[in-house]
């Protein structure tokens, strides 16, 4: 089975994310940058199902030169290749921009099955596994914490506030993984050291066929127009045990509707 | 709750613009240890020591290890962190590729083992003493001994412990009792009984291999007639799977100050089949050719623990409102400041990091020529890096272990009455600090070492090793006005560490006493000046990447370099608060610091007489 994985790179969960006036983007220079921490359940899917299907997983990422480092340990933890799409043009995509790379990039691979992580951790959108499906015109199967291949096909588990629905599906499809479905590896030492004699190659949007003037910040569709702080969290609620604390702590859990 | 996080861009800076392991790549056997290799690697432990192993830290040492039986269990999710590190390929990072190692430079395992200790000391000691026991088959054991131990070692399946120790002896190794009788197939029978061995029993691993000092039916009494012993938990047949359980039981395990988490066992040897290790009665040897790498990694324990709590006080003081700067309301929008403002915090914080960093880079410096002693393909180098390592190995166990002490002390006082608060996490710092200024020697054995082994040795020629680069390094900048500050203060401190030898060596000849009485001061006034020597480089370093270098008067601006220009010769704006950061603990560093060489100086001329005046029966 043949799969290929986009991956991200994004900033550091734990940094503090500033953005950049005029068009709000995110400042990535000041910060450490590193693999989507969604991702890594993505990757370690695709080399679980490698491991027991046979076959290679590819690394796919859009990304300046230096979110190799991203790819790189989805190589350690035991994807096969990877392909970086990097183009100065690329620059201020929106996730219709982003998708129209991608899917040139997979235009040019062999796939049964593309996956990907819920959503990144800096933009959040969660859009590209549906805008990738669309133009790829493959079924789209998202926030998935179970997938499993027998007999040519797919059976998943698409996660829901109640519990999960069950899907079948052929091949090739395009999925997303959530954080439950499996416990990401630690790449082995072998691997974080075998990550750099992996084939790594780089293409730009002429190499691809795409049209640079739907993607960047110039082919966008949408636009940030501004952007605001979340106020400050509100001091906690303190519940002193004065032998009703526990029906005063339900009765607040009620309240905000989380029992 | 307590956070970490490895000082990963610290690290990158020694290795990169300090101690330029770069060349590392150069050597024969190192071929694959890039600069980004290594930052690649490093960065995973990284994850590992922050995901995996620092969340296990408070709970081991509050739950600790348990025994029944002869049975050790480790803290819940020990034993489970254990395989994913062993999984991972961690335990195989130095060790060498014929046993399948990963052959990586000993400066890497060095400054992991600065990570790990930061992240969970209890839990990092396990893998250390398989590193230990390791080291010593490597080095002293026959090739079928290897062949049949080291590779399931190196995986981590298996692991190591070092067996020294005895109730009526620890320091004075020569009193050992531990019997071992020939057999007629070649093994040996090993009876006696051994305490506070580490990682003696547990349920990390299907087998545990103890190396053992004993002594032979017909050895010389002391330390010349001691041997070491190979003897694994259970027995290994000729096609490597495990036979009978071996003589060898775990009475019991001590509870004690810190590390909780790894166990300290009574182990008692019953007529244990052994295998002699190396040549008879050249035990102490053979296992000091290991107690080097040992110590050094010990002295990483205290580096580690300095760092954690380094950073631990650091988020404290920035986030407990508790006070007003003195001149005036320095977050006048807050209740109160945060206590960062107070002076006499910032001196405990900067004391903490300008003593952690320095010893950081020392680290470096002293893991490359680990790495060249072993792996230079000129003799000559190889002897003058071994010569630096053996010189400052005590000083790295000893200042790095009181440092890591005295560090994760100011972090209880800068989290005040909290700090001492078992919830708060801190206070574990310090307790588990503890044994590293005991264990591997304790400290002031390590100043022995240094005064009545070191100094001495091959004419002074190890202590010339270090001598030379500092004294060259003063004169090549002793007209250097921007490096004025840090190159005068050093120059005086080094000349009171050259007068204090000279008065060691001379005095010492006539009588010991005087050498010993003065050591530990003596090994603290060189680590201060060892550390100066790094400070003064590293000062040097960013004032270049600043724009602020010698000859750059263009952006010099009374000796500040403008934001802008800082940026700009930096390249990148996130390294400019980091260079800035270290002129200034430079700064503290000489001025704050460095001082304490003036007051050793004092002690070290007073010798020995105040110390041995009054007889054993006054006190
Ligand atoms: C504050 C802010 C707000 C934004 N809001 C919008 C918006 O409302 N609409 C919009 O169109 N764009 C928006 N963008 C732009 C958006 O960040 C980019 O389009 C981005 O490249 C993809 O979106 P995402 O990060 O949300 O991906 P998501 O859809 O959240 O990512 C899902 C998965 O897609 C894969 N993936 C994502 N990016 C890549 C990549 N570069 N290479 C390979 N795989 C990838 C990963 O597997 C990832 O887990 C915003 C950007 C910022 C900074
Ligand atoms: C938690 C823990 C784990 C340990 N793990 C191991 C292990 O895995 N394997 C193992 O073999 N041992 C282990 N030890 C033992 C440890 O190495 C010894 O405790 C240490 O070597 C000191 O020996 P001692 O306790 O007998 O102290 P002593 O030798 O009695 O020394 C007491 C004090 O006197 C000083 N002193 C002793 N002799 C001299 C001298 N000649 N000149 C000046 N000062 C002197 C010492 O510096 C020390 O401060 C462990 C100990 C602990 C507490």
Redesign the interface.
């Known amino acids: 089975m043949e799969i290929v994985v986009c991956v991200k790179q994004v900033v550091d969960t734990e940094a503090e994310k500033k953005l950049l006036a005029p068009d709000w983007r995110l400042d990535r220079q000041s910060v450490e940058n590193v693999l989507n921490p969604y991702d890594e359940y993505a990757v370690e899917e695709a080399v679980r199902l490698k491991e027991a299907h046979g076959g290679e997983v590819t690394v796919l990422c859009m990304g300046p030169e230096d979110a190799q480092s991203a790819v790189r340990k989805a190589l350690a933890m035991g994807a096969d290749r990877a392909l970086m799409v990097t183009d100065p043009a690329l620059a201020g995509s929106d996730t219709q921009g982003t998708a129209l790379a991608l899917s040139g990039a997979l235009a040019g691979l062999t796939y049964d099955l593309v996956i990907l992580g819920i959503m990144s951790t800096d933009a959040q959108t969660g859009q590209l596994p549906s805008a990738l499906g669309d133009i790829l015109d493959l079924p789209v199967l998202t926030a998935l914490n179970m997938m499993k291949f027998e007999d040519g096909s797919l059976t998943v588990h698409r996660q829901t506030d109640q519990g999960y629905v069950a899907y079948g599906c052929g091949l090739p499809a395009v999925c997303s993984v959530v954080k439950g479905i499996n416990e990401p590896r630690y790449p082995s030492l072998k691997g974080i050291m075998g990550a750099k004699k992996k084939p790594l190659e780089t293409k730009d949007l002429a190499e691809l066929g795409v049209d640079t003037a739907r993607v960047g910040g110039a082919g966008a569709l949408t636009k940030v127009l501004s952007t605001t702080a979340p106020p400050p969290r509100k001091a906690g609620q303190k519940i002193e045990d004065d032998g009703t604390a526990a029906q005063r702590i339900v009765e607040f859990l009620a309240g905000e509707k989380i029992i | 709750m307590t956070v970490y996080?490895a000082p990963l861009r610290d690290i990158r800076f020694i290795l990169k613009e300090l101690v330029h392991a770069e060349q590392l790549v150069d050597l024969p056997g190192y071929e694959?240890a890039t600069p980004?290799?290594i930052d690649?690697?490093l960065e995973?432990l990284a994850?590992?020591c922050q995901e995996?192993l620092f969340p296990l830290n408070q709970s081991g040492d509050e739950e600790g290890c348990h025994y029944e039986d002869g049975v050790v269990t480790t803290p819940a999710g020990f034993k489970e962190a254990y395989a994913?590190y062993v999984?991972?390929?961690?335990p195989?990072?130095a060790c060498d590729p014929e046993y399948d190692g990963?052959g990586l430079p000993k400066t890497v395992r060095l400054l992991a083992e600065e990570m790990l200790s930061s992240a969970n000391l209890a839990f990092s000691v396990y893998p250390l003493l398989t590193t230990g026991a390791y080291t010593a088959i490597f080095k002293h054991g026959t090739d079928e001994l290897k062949r049949a131990y080291l590779p399931r070692m190196v995986e981590g399946s298996w692991s190591g412990t070092m067996c020294l120790t005895e109730a009526h002896c620890g320091t004075d190794l020569g009193l050992v009792r531990t019997r071992a009788i020939p057999q007629d197939d070649g093994s040996y029978r090993v009876t006696g009984s051994k305490i506070f061995i580490s990682s003696g029993e547990h349920d990390f691993t299907e087998n545990i291999i103890h190396l053992v000092l004993a002594r032979l039916p017909d050895a010389p009494s002391g330390t010349r007639g001691i041997s070491l012993f190979l003897v694994p938990k259970f027995l290994v047949n000729e096609d490597g799977s495990l036979g009978e359980r071996n003589g060898v039981v775990c009475g019991g395990i001590e509870k004690k100050m810190g590390v909780s988490g790894s166990s300290t066992c009574v182990l008692n040897f019953d007529d244990a089949v052994g295998h002699l290790v190396g040549e008879p009665n050249r035990g102490m040897s053979h296992m000091f050719t290991m107690m080097n790498a040992a110590r050094l990694g010990v002295g990483m324990q205290g580096l580690g623990l300095a760092e954690v709590a380094y950073q631990n006080a650091r988020a404290y003081a920035k986030e407990r409102l508790q006070g007003r700067a003195l001149r005036e309301p320095r977050y006048p929008e807050r209740e109160a400041d945060p206590l960062i403002v107070h002076p006499d915090v910032r001196r405990m914080l900067l004391t903490m990091r300008a003593n952690t960093e320095g010893a950081r880079a020392l680290a470096g410096w002293v893991g490359l020529n680990l790495d060249l002693a072993e792996h230079h393909p000129d003799p000559a180098v190889r002897e003058e890096a071994g010569d630096l390592v053996d010189l400052l190995t005590p000083v790295v166990k000893s200042y790095f272990t009181d440092h890591g002490f005295l560090a994760t002390n100011l972090a209880v006082q800068i989290h005040g009455g909290h700090g001492y608060i078992r919830e708060t996490g801190v206070e574990q710092f310090v307790r588990d600090a503890r044994i590293a200024q005991i264990w591997e020697g304790a400290n002031g054995v390590q100043g022995l070492d240094l005064v009545g082994r070191k100094l001495g040795m091959h004419n002074g020629r190890l202590l010339r090793r270090f001598f030379h680069p500092v004294a060259a390094y003063l004169e090549a900048h002793q007209n250097d006005p921007l490096l004025g500050e840090f190159v005068a203060p050093l120059a005086k401190a080094f000349g009171r560490l050259q007068q204090a030898t000279a008065r060691i060596a001379q005095q010492g000849l006539r009588d010991p006493d005087e050498a010993a009485a003065v050591s530990s001061d003596y090994l603290r006034l060189f680590a201060l000046v060892a550390l100066g020597y790094m400070w003064v480089q590293m000062a040097e370093i960013s004032l270049e990447r600043l724009g602020i270098g010698s000859s750059g008067e263009s952006r010099v601006n009374g000796g500040q370099a403008t934001a802008d220009a800082a940026a700009a010769s930096v390249g990148?704006?996130?390294d400019v608060p980091f260079y800035q950061g270290k002129i200034a603990c430079a700064r503290f560093y000489f001025q704050k610091l460095l001082p304490e060489t003036s007051s050793l100086f004092a002690v070290i001329m007073a010798g020995a007489a105040p110390v041995m005046a009054l007889g054993d029966e006054g006190f």
């Not at chain 2, 999984?87 to 961690?90: L, S, V």
Request: aromatic share 10%; proline share 5%; hydrophobic share 45%.
């Open positions: 996080k694959e980004d290799q690649f690697v995973e994850g590992v995996l994913k999984e991972a390929g961690w195989a990072m990963m990148d704006p996130k």
